[in-house]
């Protein structure tokens, strides 16, 4: 089954809201241009970006409005299922995924972090489960993180900069360059143990060299991590696949978040002792209690 367009997405989440224009409703504009009337008190409670901007002095407050004309459509879709269902949907689509990212840097506008951590485990499964490198390593995908996230590398800059050293650093052993233009090794007696050593591809040092040149921060994480994979390599171990999230320790499984040490965002569900009652059977017991 295909995945819906950004505009029937849009569309159908709308459903969900309220169209009366009440006194206790609040107008949000989209492009393309769109209005959706939500409740107010839940838009605020999901993000403090709307709960300030709609209870304090400014303009949006006084109007009751807020315009986010620079969000995707897509994205804004995605919000509203999390938003009214709490839950983000899954796909399997190029244009999905870009519709995460595009979700996750907009959770970072509106300072909502349990939408970002959330958004990032839906973003890692994608990868995990579609087997996505490449096309996660891409030059429009890694501009956006760049440009629109803050300089600290963590969670999707994080996420992103460890797959591309993991990324290239397997290619470079799996698909060698056999050139030796521009090596700048003219020595015959080179150390044989270095040359067995994955060496990058020239094109993919490009590639990084041209998408990190303006974020340092995110170039010193690549870098740091084509070390590490190269020590590891060294010692005959597995690379540490940072699709991979193991849910059963805190430390891993919420390494790409965002959200305080001390927070447990997998709150455990204690399961209900349920025993199953006959009919025959002279009691009042039901399963739902």
């Not at 490198?133 to 440009?147: A, F, G, N, P, Y």
């Not at 996230?149 to 992103?160: E, H, N, Q, S, T």
């Not at 003219?186 to 490009?206: C, G, P, Q, V, W």
Request: glycine share 4%; hydrophobic share 35%.
């Amino acid at each position: 089954m295909s995945e819906p367009s950004a505009a029937s997405a849009v569309a159908e989440a709308a459903n969900l809201v309220t169209n009366s224009k009440a006194s206790n409703s609040s107008a949000m504009t989209i492009t393309p241009p769109m209005i959706l009337v939500l409740e107010p008190n839940l838009l605020c409670a999901s993000a403090k970006f709307f709960g300030s901007a709609l209870n304090g002095p400014f303009i949006e407050g006084q109007q009751g409005s807020i315009y986010l004309a620079e969000d995707p459509p897509g994205a804004f879709s995605i919000f509203l299922d999390w938003l009214y269902r709490r839950a983000i949907r899954t796909g399997n689509s190029e244009t999905h995924l870009h519709d995460l990212f595009d979700l996750y840097i907009f959770s970072e506008k509106t300072c909502d972090d349990e939408l970002k951590d959330k958004t990032m485990d839906v973003i890692q499964d994608m990868a995990s489960t579609l087997d996505l490198q490449l096309e996660i390593v891409r030059s429009d995908l890694l501009d956006k993180v760049i440009k629109h996230l803050p300089a600290r590398v963590r969670g999707l800059k994080d996420f992103c900069a460890r797959l591309m050293a993991y990324t290239y650093y397997l290619r470079g052993g799996e698909d060698p360059d056999t050139d030796d233009e521009d090596s700048g090794n003219e020595d015959d007696n080179f150390d044989e143990e270095y040359s067995k050593a994955h060496m990058l591809k020239k094109i993919d040092l490009r590639h990084i060299w041209t998408i990190t040149k303006d974020d340092f921060t995110f170039f010193q994480q690549v870098q740091d991590q084509i070390l590490i994979h190269a020590q590891i390599f060294q010692e005959g171990k597995e690379l540490p696949d940072p699709r991979v999230r193991d849910e059963e320790y805190k430390t891993y499984r919420c390494w790409f978040h965002c959200h305080q040490k001390d927070v447990d965002c997998r709150t455990s569900q204690k399961k209900q002792d349920l025993k199953f009652v006959p009919r025959d059977c002279n009691t009042t017991q039901r399963m739902d209690g």
